[in-house]
């Protein structure tokens, strides 16, 4: 296959459209930089382009009919929409999953402590992180913390105008000799890399016992009405601070965090929004807890998806196990993920002919896995030959890859998860650059091709 730089192939409308959607998704990563944030987001969206709670119409029984627009949300951590097609349901869905967490620092529940008039959180990462990455680098808090009266207070702190920013301290090069010497793992230990948040005394006493945690819940006592019991029924998360970004002299790339994998989720919910009348009932997956094996009631191993779609069925025709399950088996989906690309400084962890570059389009992973395809769902020859087709004919520029050379490591996305139903389920996503570092990099020709791979994928016809 001839690979080809997109930048190439535009024309001036469709760089307007590129930037465009650029633009959106840019203002998209900003506002969701947790799983909830993401949840919210796009509730909001779809709100606007004319979905309704699916729990409303379970509470009036409101049947859905062709062209109907619903979402679910779960627990404020994972979403699903669907758009009613006009073939029977029973022919399946046209399924774009993607989930919506991301490599992070997490605070404890007993997160609050001081020493040496300093004042900490105590945290545990989460995800494949570089540890090291995330020293001596601008930080924000964001999340949510609930009383026991069931009030919730939500949590930002560091990416709105004005606010400080937070850091994980770093060893002076000085006094680093025996650090410098520890491998890349070992660099920091995990029990090391505590937040700091403040350094100011709450009173005037020269001994008053730890000062500067009282000054710390005093603040978030003003500001946010909570105690520091309150830690215990808290969802709070470390991120980087700052908003993405533009990047390099062309303009022609995003660095930003999170975009494995909300580069994909977002994507997905454009081509989701912007989809009309389809054959086929549509539906988009976004999903939590992907980063540490789709565990959890919000996770993909969790029956939130199933249980979903059962009740989608019974809001459009007469319910049954059997029509549940033939419309899983028949269903067609894209596994929304990002790839490896391709990166020239690191060439040697790559396979040339079987990798992802930037701005040459969407990637087809046919299967991801580990060594011999370990842990992988692989895709059949004629799934991939129905999406070719599919492709060729809304000419949709894109490319196929492994995840690097067969020996150098592997990943895994919630693929296998779903293929458990019988559907024909393949990985396509974008290609990324420092992917799980705390700013990744993608190009914006990528991002733009990628909606419109989404939205020719949920316009196909594959009764």
Known sequence: MKKRNLWNTYTDTQLEELEEVSLRYRECLDA??????????????AQEAGYRDMKELIRTGERIHAGDKVYMDYMGRAVILFQAGSAPIEQGMNILGAHIDSPRIDVKPNPLY???????????????????????TPLALHGVAVKMDGTRADISIGDNEGDPVLVITDLLPHLADRQMDKNAEDFI??????????????????????GVKKQILKLLKERYG?????????????????KAKECGLDKSMILAYGQDDRVCAFTSLFAMLEEKEPVRTSCCVLIDKE????????????????????????????????????TLANSKMLSSDVSAGFDPMYEEVFEKKNAAYMAHGPVFNRYTGVGGKSGSNEANAEYVAS???????????????ELGRVDEGGGGTIAYLMAVYGMEVIDTGVAVLSMHAPWELTSKADIYETV????????ADFC
């Open 32 to 45: 969701g930089k947790t799983e909830r944030e993401c949840v919210a987001k796009t509730i909001s969206l």
């Open 114 to 136: 001081e020493s040496s008039e300093i004042a900490y959180l105590d945290t545990h990462y989460y995800g494949g992180v570089k540890k090291y990455q995330w020293l001596a």
């Open 189 to 210: 230990e995990g029990e090391k890399m505590d937040l700091v948040i403040g350094n100011r005394p709450a009173g005037k006493k020269e001994k008053e016992k730890q």
């Open 226 to 242: 909570i105690e520091e019991e309150d830690f215990l029924s808290a969802e709070l998360e470390i991120v980087p601070a700052g």
């Open 291 to 326: 980063e540490i094996g789709s565990v959890g009631a919000s996770g993909m191993t969790s029956r939130f998806f199933e249980n979903t779609v059962a009740e989608y069925i019974a809001l459009t025709t007469e319910y049954n196990d059997i029509l549940l399950r033939r």
């Open 387 to 401: 999406l070719r087709k599919v492709m060729k004919e809304a000419g949709v520029n894109y490319q196929t890859a």
């Open 452 to 459: 419109r791979c989404y939205r020719a994928f949920l316009e």
